[in-house]
């Protein structure tokens, strides 16, 4: 009898440790989370921080700079990194875009 739950313990023990161990990469990711913008309705908190939650879909498909078709691959280039520049702009404490100033 012991043998035998000894046995038992043994096998779950081996299937669950690799269901444990399995690790999910971020593209397998169905929601993603942000800051809640002033004015924008939260749809949850975490501590005392208000966030807006969507399913994938939703929150990257107003990303990336607006196409339309017929863009030459430089034109989509051109708007790619137009979009990246702004979004990385990051303002100085003095106000002014770039450096220490």
């Given amino acids: 009898m012991k043998k035998t739950v000894l046995g038992v313990a043994a096998a779950i023990v081996l299937l669950a440790v690799p269901a444990l161990a399995k690790h ?4 397998d ?3 993603m989370c ?3 913008m ?3 309705k939260a749809t949850a908190m975490m501590g005392t921080s208000a ?3 969507k399913n ?3 929150m990257t498909s107003g990303m990336g ?3 339309t078709t017929g ?3 430089a034109q989509m280039d051109a708007a790619w990194r137009a979009w990246l520049s702004e979004q990385m702009m990051i303002q100085s404490a003095t106000g002014t875009a770039g450096g220490n100033g």
């Fill in 65 to 67: 700079p607006k196409m």
């Fill in 56 to 58: 994938m879909p939703a």
């Fill in 51 to 53: 966030i807006v939650c």
């Fill in 38 to 40: 002033s004015g924008e």
């Fill in 71 to 73: 863009m030459t691959a």
């Fill in 29 to 31: 990711a169905k929601w």
């Fill in 34 to 36: 942000r800051p809640a």
């Fill in 24 to 27: 999910n990469s971020a593209m």
